[in-house]
């Protein structure tokens, strides 16, 4: 944390673990008899509880999105340049609740937490969950909050497919979703590349079906390449060569395979740092969750016609070099909600740093994403 | 092979080893002290050897580019869309000669094959070679056959390197250089993919250093992510798309982690062969050759200064859908060229199956590359 907290932050924040013993049906076939969630809140919420906002995170995220956990902290949450006072989703007016989604790793009930039923950890035995299942217990989180409307449900990547999942599975729970650098589903390409993350860690000698816990170990090899190749996904080919180029960290060619050049050296770092932090059996159940989001599944492939199912409002936001989930991508999802006469008002941002560009606050993407939160307030009376 | 032969087949081929008592002097300060070439020669030399065409291969290639072994191959030479009678690089007009480059896995020195000095296998003591190194060793292997200047150095990607190579390096030796989806240099990004390639092989626990061979094993969990990941990288995302899209194996979601989805299946079963028959170290050896690459490096990356060391003519291909080395990287290499006053012609061909479209014929693509070719013929009598 910075010597004065700078004052668009939340400041310090709590995560509070909430208990369930609501049965949640998955889409597997299994049933959660009972689970918990990390939720952190920003703001308040006012008195006709119109003011909520649902942040759904992506692929390695969790819940604490803004602020600061302890004055001793580096960084603050993973969003928190787009939540605070006088930021997109703005603190002053919105009551903001992040949460940590179940399969997850950051104490929600996933494979690294006890089992009820067995005493045991749930490894590999925790259920496949989807980006519906998610959804159905944001549902029930919003019962707990007494939010039966949320002003809006926003996330970029896996966290705009929850968006967008909100917005078909429950059309009357919300009045807005932001879908940011997301996709109604992924492309062959985009599964390929979870595939060789998912055998990264399955062959991993230390991975033990899932069970590495019993074996007081951790697949750290297999996770470290899946997040390697993923990391080069969030990327894009030109905000790699602006930061690394290829620069060496010796003055010449070593002859060998060692890291030599800075960005092999950068990937191995952050995969490392990684694979001590984040567990495996999550990373499998967070890819998968990708893979099988479609929800023009049921309808034939007919976005247009699953879309019709929506009430809410949409924002939806790509980035120029975004390879991951193109520009195009999104503006198939845009065309499908204007098709479906839903109404959606749709930016596609210039930015230089791939998938991970909805991270990063640019003044176009600050200006685009606060002017429609700021109309969302005005709407319900934030 | 087919029943019976098609008349532009090179027909059956008989690979032959040259044995070379040079002293070759590497890159990284070694000298090889004796060393082996494999070797395939399709069409014949003319009375002036003026009609010499050089192949080159890419990173997983070897010699064997045209024609069958035996009348039981089920598949011709990996280039046999591009070489043969009436074929772009026509054998009626040109004696070609294709290696299996040192360091590779095909009966060339390399890992896999014996040091005369220990009686054992190189394995990891193979020395890291590169580009340069491997024109030269084809340049030996030019004075052996008696060819003084070749009439054209023709790659793809890491052949179309050596190609460019060449005309720098030995610039009176070659009338012409064909560069086909290659690139003056790697990314950032593109080496950031060959380090996650190295890293799974060499974190497999079979690895044991490079001397798997010792341990009766192979790193075959490695070299199947390696290939996985590279192999996504050689096709677009279009062109997996119209292949596989999101075609399941079975009805439904199974909610696990075994190949569901057609593409995750096709890619397993791509790197578990190509683990079977490919050797890591070579592996190892050939996506560190490709980073090396970087002829401008000793001109301060001033690419016209190098460029304007070539005498030859250039035929330079991209390919519309190229992402590991698009178009832009040919056009970066075309402008040198031009820049440097040197003879070029360059065409991006509009073919949609990514990198892998330079081993797949198209009617425009072969119209280019035949009408080339055959200028390059009648030039030098052939």
């Known amino acids: 944390m910075p010597d004065s907290l700078p004052s668009d932050s939340v400041g310090l924040v709590t995560p509070q673990t909430l208990h369930f013993d609501e ?10 008899k009972s689970w918990d969630l990390v939720v952190e809140t920003y703001g308040t919420l006012n008195q006709d509880h119109t003011n909520a906002v649902l942040i759904c995170h992506a692929l390695s995220g969790h819940h604490h999105a803004a602020g600061y956990h302890s004055p001793g902290d580096r960084k603050p949450g993973w969003w928190d340049a787009c939540i605070g006072p006088g930021k997109p989703i703005d603190t002053n007016r919105f009551f903001v609740v992040s949460i940590n989604n179940l399969g997850g790793c950051h104490g929600s009930t996933g494979p690294n937490t006890v089992n009820p039923e067995t005493g045991e950890l749930y490894g590999p035995d925790f259920p496949v969950v989807t980006v519906q299942d998610w959804v159905n217990s944001q549902a029930v989180l919003a019962d707990r909050l007494g939010i039966g409307c949320w002003a809006a449900v926003v996330g970029g990547s896996l966290g705009g497919m929850q968006a967008l999942q909100w917005s078909i ?43 590495y816990y019993e074996h007081n170990t951790l697949p750290r090899r297999g996770l470290m390449l899946a997040r390697m190749v993923g990391h080069i996904t969030y ?40 694979s001590e932090t984040f567990d495996a059996n999550t990373y499998l159940l967070m890819t998968r969750a990708l893979d099988y989001f479609d929800p023009a599944y049921e309808t034939d492939n007919d976005l247009v016609k699953v879309m019709a199912r929506a009430r809410c409002e949409f924002l939806v936001l790509s980035f120029s070099s975004d390879w991951r989930f193109t520009p195009a991508r999104s503006e198939e999802l845009v ?4 098709a ?41 009376g934030a």
């Open 340 to 380: 479906a006469r839903r109404k959606v008002s749709y930016a596609e941002i210039d930015a230089p740093w791939g998938h991970d560009a909805f991270l990063i606050p640019t003044p176009r993407y600050n200006a685009v994403f606060s002017t429609y939160m700021a109309r969302v307030a005005r709407e319900v």
């Open 23 to 32: 049965p949640l049906q998955l889409a597997c076939g299994q049933v959660l």
């Open 235 to 274: 990327l894009s080919d030109a905000s790699m060569g602006e930061k690394f180029g290829r620069e060496l960290r010796e003055q010449a060619y070593q002859f060998g395979y060692d890291a030599e050049f800075q960005v092999e050296s950068y990937l191995r770092y952050q995969g490392e740092r990684f």
């Open 335 to 338: 065309n499908a909600m204007i």
């Open 169 to 211: 599975s429950h059309p009357d729970r919300l009045k807005h979703a932001v879908v940011i650098a997301s996709t109604p589903r992924l492309t062959a390409q985009n599964i390929a590349f979870n595939e060789v993350a998912r055998r990264a860690i399955t062959s991993d000698s230390d991975f033990h079906g899932g069970r």
